[in-house]
């Protein structure tokens, strides 16, 4: 599983990013998950710039200096969470906690009530089951740390091993959408959207 992220084609809703309710780091059975920070720029875009990952991933991560630049935007750093195995840095994951879209009248009720999110994975670590511990402790994350009410991810839909770890987390496919994707050499490209909302995942457990 080469580049294992559904990362955003598109933003839909407001961003209010919170994470101060999860106890940092958050460890798993083989992974520590934790915040980004600056020193994980280098490690992180050393995995995002092979071809095989940044072909599915929003951003063109060949250069240093473009990823760089993305990275000093505190906004964007906030969203991004830092995988280690064994001490050194395999991948991230992407959370971003959004505004559910409501009605003026009870809009205040859906402020930050969702999230979308995302994975990246070393190849070279990819056929392991690190990809699917870390999305399905990032859904735990997003529901029982953070009480979310719903979780989506976006992927291009010839992403398989994308789409495939979101199934196999129990997310449900929303949207498969005909050549509503622009792919940066692949033209027009369909995409996909999956989701799970907090009872769904509750009652999968």
């Not at 919170?18 to 920070?37: E, F, G, K, N």
């Not at 929003?58 to 505190?74: K, N, T, V």
């Not at 809009?107 to 969702?114: D, E, L, N, R, V």
């Not at 979308?116 to 511990?133: C, H, K, M, N, S």
């Amino acid at each position: 599983m080469h580049a294992t992220r559904s990362a955003p084609r598109h933003h839909t809703g407001a961003m209010t990013q919170d994470l101060s309710a999860v106890a940092w780091p958050v460890r798993t059975a083989r992974l520590v998950i934790r915040p980004m920070t600056a020193a994980d720029v280098e490690p992180t875009w050393q995995i995002r710039r092979i071809p095989s990952v940044y072909e599915w991933l929003g951003h063109d991560f060949s250069d240093a200096e473009r990823y760089a630049a993305l990275m000093a935007d505190p906004d964007r750093v906030s969203r991004t969470l830092v995988l280690e195995h064994d001490g050194r840095v395999v991948g991230d994951l992407y959370l971003g906690i959004t505004d559910a879209w409501a009605q003026s009248d009870v809009a205040a009720a859906a402020t930050g009530s969702q999230a979308e999110i995302g994975w990246v994975l070393d190849p070279a670590y990819a056929g392991r089951g690190l990809a699917t511990e870390a999305a399905a402790e990032l859904l735990r994350i997003c529901f029982d740390d953070l009480g979310l009410r719903r979780v989506k991810a976006l992927c291009f839909a010839d992403n398989a091993p994308s789409w495939r770890l979101m199934e196999r987390l129990g997310m449900r496919r929303e949207e498969y959408a005909v050549r509503d994707s622009l792919h940066r050499t692949r033209g027009w490209v369909d995409g996909m959207t999956y989701a799970l909302l907090a009872e769904e995942w509750r009652a999968a457990r």
